[in-house]
């Protein structure tokens, strides 16, 4: 079992920067990638931003392309997404994700990841 647990969300102004981190334990050396997900109130979670954890290959959907950032630091099996210039669009519950499916190579359905954070909340104000 791998656990995820988030952190660094809050309330931003729009135009303001944002960074999530998500720290993994347990059975981590099975993960394959790492995302970030998110949900916002009445819609359907949507993927943001994948990252292959040992070759590094990110991918992005393409409303965030330019602004948000994932990275990993294999040594503290954390992933964060920096994220800027943020929109009200933004706000969401955002959610950490995990695979271990060695076949993943940017995938976006959920059903792809294996493991989830208990989300954080991301509130942008226009």
């Known amino acids: 079992q791998v656990q995820l647990v988030e952190s660094g969300g809050g309330l931003v102004q729009a135009g303001d920067s944002l960074k999530l981190s998500c720290a993994a334990s347990?059975?981590?050396?099975?993960?394959?990638?790492m995302g970030w997900f998110r949900q916002a109130p009445g819609k359907q979670r949507e993927f943001v931003a994948g990252?292959?954890?040992?070759?590094?290959?990110?991918y992005y959907t393409d409303s965030v392309k330019g602004r948000f950032t994932i990275a990993r630091d294999i040594a503290k099996n954390t992933v964060y997404l920096a994220m800027n210039s943020l929109k009200p669009e933004d706000a969401a519950v955002y959610y950490c994700?995990?695979?271990?499916?060695?076949?993943?190579?940017?995938?976006?359905?959920?059903?792809?990841?294996?493991?989830w954070g208990q989300g954080t909340q991301v509130t942008v104000s226009s």
């Open positions: 347990g059975r981590t050396f099975t993960i394959y990638a």
């Open positions: 990252i292959n954890w040992i070759g590094g290959s990110t």
């Open positions: 994700a995990a695979t271990i499916d060695s076949s993943w190579y940017g995938q976006t359905g959920v059903g792809w990841w294996d493991y």
